[in-house]
């Protein structure tokens, strides 16, 4: 199992270019997740999915937008980027909450710099 | 919203040391997880807890679910240098069961 995998590693963009990171994950897990994680503040959730179909806002939501298409992967869109989402962006994924039991699985990092 | 605290920030320990640190929350959790993340690399985990009052072990690496359910701790005893990362506590918390993380707890381990 890869568990989960995520498309760029880095990145590098200019202000208002777009851009769409990938995550894969080969658990057969419902759940999936996308944080960012910046110096000093820990992990923050940006939307998330609860299946394929759906998706839902997070804490920090605005200026991103997120596909579930499929069950294993989860996409994270930035229509025109910002310096304030300089970041390092993770996904992860998690087997169905219903039973309480919710250990999320991390992707390695997308390590995303605006200019 | 809820809110985790977690403590220290940052810690310096000799190598065979032994650590402690701990999360507080607003709120009552229903699960703790504690997270290592090594430098360039996502969080993994290290230790699940799901009852008040659970005592868990990995290896080195002791955590336990306070019995108020707002607390847990991490304890990692005789410290080596590979144990050098951050470490994260996360509670689950919120309608839909979104875990809420710490600020982390940075560890750095002196041969």
Known sequence: NA????????????????????????????????YRQDPGMGLRLIHYSVGEGTTAKGEVPDGYNVSRLKKQNFLLGLESAAPSQTSVYFCASSYYVGTAYNEQFFGPGTRLTVL | GQQLNQSPQS???QEGED??????????FNTW??????????????IALYK???LTSNGRL?????????????NISASIPSDVGIYFCAGRGGSQGNLIFGKGTKLSVKP
């Open chain 1, 3 to 34: 568990g989960v995998t995520q498309t760029p590693k880095f990145r590098v963009l200019k202000t208002g270019q777009s851009m769409t990171l990938l995550c894969a994950q080969d658990m057969n897990h419902e759940y999936m997740y996308w």
């Open chain 2, 11 to 13: 810690m310096f320990i």
């Open chain 2, 62 to 74: 002791t955590a336990q679910f306070g019995i108020t359910r707002k607390d847990s701790f991490l």
């Open chain 2, 33 to 46: 997880l504690w997270y290592k993340q090594d430098p360039g690399e996502g969080p993994v985990l290290l």
């Open chain 2, 52 to 54: 008040a009052g659970e």
């Open chain 2, 19 to 28: 650590v402690s640190m701990n999360c507080t929350s607003s709120s009552i």
